[in-house]
């Protein structure tokens, strides 16, 4: 069914309010169908709306959105070692990692409480904790708005990068991702190198943690570090983290011998973009109800009735501070209505 100008201020984590001109709920491939068969796409192309978790409104939008409710799991595949699961794109992210944990199947246990839908997973190659899901991924499913069928893409059409894939570059626009096939390991080893994973398991005396344990030490570590949407508006990191030539970490260094820097491709380096919006001094910064997390400088936070071009405004400052201080520049990763 087609509503018009509906509101959709609880189908983004932000909290922002806005409206969609004409909106549509999306549960069977044959819904998909009939919305492109219908002159509804004639005018503009449609947004898609999984959890609504790495999108922010500056304005109402003017076309058609289509929140995705596509749900189901199959095993398409199994032997002693592994599965090949195919997860419809409306399935909840952390709700299909429990999934898989609780049955003991590894390999995206890493990615645990990271909030929206599996069908969005993909468009920004979503990692945490020293993981990415294109680790894991096999095929994405989709329906493609040029040609009005149901297509299959390898893990290499995808493209995959940092944060990045296909869908967000020449893809952009074009794909309704219906469902995500991932590889699962029956024998996982864990992956517990990143950030304060190995304290917190130490912390509970875990010497030989399994999957299970990494993902509740992954939740407790996001937990107390993160806002939650529910309390506190916000979409996550709101930049990349910046890569950048080893001469610029170089020229940090002479003031900031202490930064951190992580490997990237030859010559370049990956800095953290918190700590830099931290030394520019932004972290707890608020102006009216557009703010910067006071424990997360990576996170631009909504305290009630900020608009999306209030937020867009602060993170612009913060671009400027970030070049004029380290001569970097951040890249946001939010996707921008
Ligand atoms: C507290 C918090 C923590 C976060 N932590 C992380 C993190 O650790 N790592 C990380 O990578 N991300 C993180 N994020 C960002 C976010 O959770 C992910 O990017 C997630 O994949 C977004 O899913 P979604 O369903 O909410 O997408 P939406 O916000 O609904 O959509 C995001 C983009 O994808 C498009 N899209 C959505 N679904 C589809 C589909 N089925 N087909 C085609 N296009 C689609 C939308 O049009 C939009 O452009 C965090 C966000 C929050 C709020």
Known sequence: MILRNQSIAHLNTFGLNATANLYCEIESIAALQSVWKSNLLVQSSPLILGGGSNILFTQDYPGLILLNKLKGKNIIEEDENALLVSVSAGENWHETVLWAVKNGWGGIENLSLIPGSVGAAPIQNIGAYGAEIEQVLVFVEAFDFDTGQVVQLSH?????????????????????????????????????????????????????????????????????????PALLGNCGSFFKNPIVPVATLAFIQQHHPEVKSFPAQAGFVKLPAAWLIEQCGWKGFREGDAGVHEKQALVLVNYGTAKGTEIIALAKKIQQSVLDTFQVSLEMEVNRV
């Open 156 to 228: 290499s059409d995808c493209q995959f990068g940092y944060r990045d894939s296909y869908f967000k570059n020449e893809g952009k626009g074009r794909y309704f991702i219906t469902a995500v096939g991932m590889r699962l390991q029956k024998n996982p080893t864990v992956n517990v190198g990143y950030g304060d994973i190995q304290a917190v398991l130490e912390r509970k005396n875990m010497s030989q943690p399994g999957i299970a344990d990494v993902s509740a030490a992954i939740i407790e570590i996001r937990q107390s570090k993160l806002p939650d």
